[in-house]
C-alpha cells in the first residue's frame, strides 16, 4: 500500500511543472478566528495535478477539502506554500478553473436557463448566442424541459445538474468539484457521475474532485489523494487508480482491482475518520 | 378555503361590524345609546355623507392630492434610499462615520418635522412629501442595504468565477438582491409614503383627505371624521393592490410563502 502510494507520488513528481495544471507546494491555511487566535485548517499541502488528469480528494469532515478547492480557486489565500496553475504563479481569482461549489450557488432570482448562460454573457457572447449554447448545455445535462425554472422550483439534483452546466459551458480547462452529488441519492449518483464521466472524456479537464464518499473516489478517478483530520490536516496519502477507462460506475464496482485498492484506502481513511470524529466531538 | 368562502366570510365580518355599529348608535338598551352619536354617528350618516362627496365631486380633488403626494413621497423616498443604500453597503467606511446619525434620524418621531417642513416648504404638496419622503427613505434605506450586505457569500464567489466583473457583479447580483429585500418591505413603504402624506394634511394644508378629516372634526362633525376615514381607508386597500400585483410580476423567481425549499 505505501508502495502504490510511493509510486504514485514519484510519478507526479517527475511530471515537469509546465505540464501540470495544479501545483500545490506546501499550502499552509490558517484562519484568524479571534484577534489572537489563529486556527491552522491545512498544514503543507502538496498535490500535483496533470493536464487532463482526474484526481479525487478524500478525507474526514472538516479536515480542509474545500478549503484546497478554495486555495486552488484564488479565492483564499494560503499563509504559506506557492500555487502555480499550468506554470504561472496563481497571485488573484483563478480565471482558468470553473468551479462547482458544495453549497447552492445558482442566481435564485435566474431561470435555469439564464443561470447557465451567465457565465457566457460575462465574456461578451451576445445574449442570443449565450442562451442558444445554453440550451445545448441543458439538453446536455437532461434539462431541456426545465430551463425556465426558477432554482427554487428545481429538485437538489437537477439544481446540480444546472450548476454543471453553467460551469462547464465556460470551458474552463480546470474543474473544480466540490462533493457535487452530495445531497443525491444512489442511484442519481451512478447517473450524475456516468454523465460526468461521459462529458469529460468527450473534454478531458484536469478535475480536482471532493467527495466523501470513497467508492466514488475510485470508480470516477486517475488518483485518489487522502486528507488527514484536521486541524492543520495534511495530504496522507496518493493512490493510483488502476482501472482503465471508459468505465461505468456500477460495472467498475465489481472489479477486483476495485476491492483491492478500496481495501487498502480504507485502512488508512478509518483511523483518520475516527480521529476527526473524536476532535469535532471535543470542540 | 375556496376564494368565494374567504370573500363571503371577509364581507360578513364587515356586515357584522356595520349591522353592530348601526344599532348600538340607534336603538337604545336598557333606555340607553351605548354608543352616543355624537360620538360614533352612524353607518347612514356616514355613508351619506360619503355619496355626497362623491355625488358632488368634491372627493377627487382631495383623493388626488393624497395620491398625487403619496407617489412622490413613495418614489423619491425609495430612489434615495436605493441609492444611498448602495452607497453605504459599498463603502463600509462611509456607514461606519454616519452610523450615529443614521440611528439619531430614523429615532426622530417624524411627527416633530411636520411644522418645519411647513415653514420652508409652504402648505403646499412638497412639505407633505418631504415628511412622506423622511419615513419611506429609512426603510427602504435599510432594506436595501440589508439586501446588499446579506448577499450569500457561495453566490457571490460563484458569480466571481463566472467572470464577472464589479459592474456586472452590481447588475446581476447585487441589484436583485437588494430589490428583493426592497420588494419585501414594499407594502410598509407605501403605506409610510400615505401616512406621511396624511399626516401632513392633517397638520396644515389647503386639500387632501387628512385636511378633509382635520376640517370634519374641526366642527365637530364625526360623520365627516368616519367617512374621511372610511375613504382613506378604501384608498389604502386599492393601492396595496396595485403593489401586491406589481410585486407578484418582480418576484416571480422567489418562493411563494409556505413552500419554501432550503
Ligand atoms: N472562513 C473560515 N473561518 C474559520 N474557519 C474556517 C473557515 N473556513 C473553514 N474553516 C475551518 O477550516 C476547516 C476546514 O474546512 P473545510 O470547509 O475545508 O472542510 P471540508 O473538508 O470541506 O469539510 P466537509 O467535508 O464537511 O465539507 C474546518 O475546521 C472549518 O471549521
Ligand atoms: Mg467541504
New binding site residues.
Given amino acids: 500500500m505505501a508502495e502504490n502510494a510511493a509510486v504514485a507520488a514519484s510519478n507526479t513528481q517527475n511530471a515537469r511543472a509546465s505540464d501540470a495544471a495544479i501545483v500545490l507546494d506546501d499550502v499552509v491555511v490558517a484562519?484568524r478566528?479571534a484577534d489572537d487566535v489563529v486556527?491552522t485548517?491545512v498544514e503543507r499541502a502538496t498535490l500535483h495535478v496533470a493536464d487532463g488528469e482526474f484526481v479525487a480528494i478524500v478525507?474526514p469532515?472538516?479536515?480542509?477539502?474545500?478549503?484546497?478547492l478554495n486555495v486552488t480557486a484564488g479565492l483564499v489565500t494560503p499563509a504559506a506554500g506557492a500555487v502555480n496553475i499550468f506554470g504561472n504563479s496563481l497571485s488573484s481569482l483563478n480565471r482558468q478553473a470553473g468551479y462547482l461549489f458544495?453549497a447552492d450557488a445558482l442566481f435564485p432570482w435566474k431561470t435555469a436557463l439564464e443561470n447557465v448562460a451567465i457565465g457566457l454573457e460575462t465574456s461578451g457572447t451576445p445574449v442570443t448566442d449565450a442562451r442558444a449554447r445554453a440550451r445545448e448545455w441543458l439538453a446536455r445535462v437532461g434539462l431541456e424541459a426545465f430551463a425556465d425554472r426558477y432554482p427554487h422550483m428545481l429538485s437538489g439534483g437537477q439544481r446540480k445538474r444546472v450548476g454543471l452546466a453553467q460551469v462547464l459551458i465556460r470551458d474552463p480547462k480546470i474543474l473544480l468539484m466540490?462533493?457535487p452529488f452530495g445531497p443525491l441519492d444512489a442511484q442519481t449518483r451512478q447517473i450524475m457521475g456516468n454523465l460526468l464521466l461521459d462529458l469529460w472524456t468527450a473534454d478531458r479537464k484536469a478535475v480536482l474532485f471532493?467527495t466523501?464518499d470513497l467508492e466514488e473516489a475510485i470508480a470516477l478517478s486517475d488518483r485518489v489523494v487522502i486528507m488527514s483530520a484536521?486541524?492543520a490536516a495534511r495530504i496522507i496519502g496518493d493512490w493510483r487508480v488502476p482501472l482503465t477507462r471508459p468505465r461505468d460506475i456500477s460495472e467498475v464496482k465489481l472489479d477486483p482491482a476495485f476491492h483491492e485498492l478500496h481495501h487498502d484506502i480504507w485502512q488508512k481513511l478509518k483511523a483518520e475518520v475516527l480521529k476527526g470524529y473524536a476532535w469535532s466531538e471535543r470542540v | 378555503m375556496s376564494r368565494i368562502n374567504l370573500l363571503l366570510l371577509q364581507v360578513l365580518v364587515a356586515v357584522v361590524s356595520i349591522a353592530l355599529w348601526h344599532v348600538l348608535t340607534t336603538y337604545p338598551i336598557f333606555g340607553k345609546l351605548l354608543l352616543p352619536p355624537f360620538f360614533f354617528s352612524n353607518p347612514v350618516d356616514v355613508a351619506a355623507q360619503i355619496v355626497a362627496w362623491f355625488s358632488s365631486g368634491v372627493i377627487w380633488k382631495h383623493l388626488w392630492v393624497t395620491l398625487i403626494e403619496s407617489i412622490l413621497a413613495f418614489v423619491l423616498g425609495s430612489i434615495g434610499g436605493v441609492l444611498v443604500g448602495f452607497w453605504f453597503a459599498r463603502q463600509p467606511r462611509v456607514a461606519a462615520v454616519f452610523d450615529p446619525y443614521v440611528k439619531m434620524v430614523n429615532a426622530l418621531p417624524r411627527v416633530v418635522l411636520a411644522p418645519i417642513f411647513a415653514l420652508w416648504l409652504g402648505l403646499g404638496i412638497w412639505s407633505k412629501v418631504a415628511l412622506g419622503f423622511t419615513l419611506v427613505f429609512f426603510i427602504v434605506f435599510f432594506n436595501v442595504y440589508q439586501g446588499v450586505k446579506e448577499v450569500s457569500p457561495t453566490v457571490l464567489a460563484n458569480a466571481r468565477m463566472l467572470g464577472m466583473s464589479e459592474r456586472q457583479l452590481m447588475r446581476h447580483v447585487y441589484w436583485p438582491s437588494a430589490l428583493s429585500w426592497m420588494f419585501s418591505s414594499l407594502h410598509t413603504a407605501v403605506g409610510f409614503a400615505v401616512v406621511g402624506a396624511v399626516v401632513g394634511e392633517y397638520l396644515g394644508a389647503a386639500a387632501g383627505l387628512g385636511y378633509l378629516i382635520q376640517q370634519a372634526e374641526g366642527v365637530f362633525d364625526v360623520a365627516g371624521v368616519f367617512a374621511g376615514m372610511f375613504v382613506l381607508a378604501a384608498f389604502v386597500i386599492v393601492i396595496d393592490t396595485v403593489v401586491s400585483l406589481i410585486e407578484k410580476r418582480l418576484l416571480i423567481w422567489r418562493p411563494a410563502v409556505g413552500d419554501a425549499r432550503p
Fill in positions: 484562519f478566528l486556527y485548517a478525507g469532515t472538516g479536515c480542509g477539502k474545500s478549503t484546497l458544495q466540490d462533493e471532493v466523501h484536521g486541524p
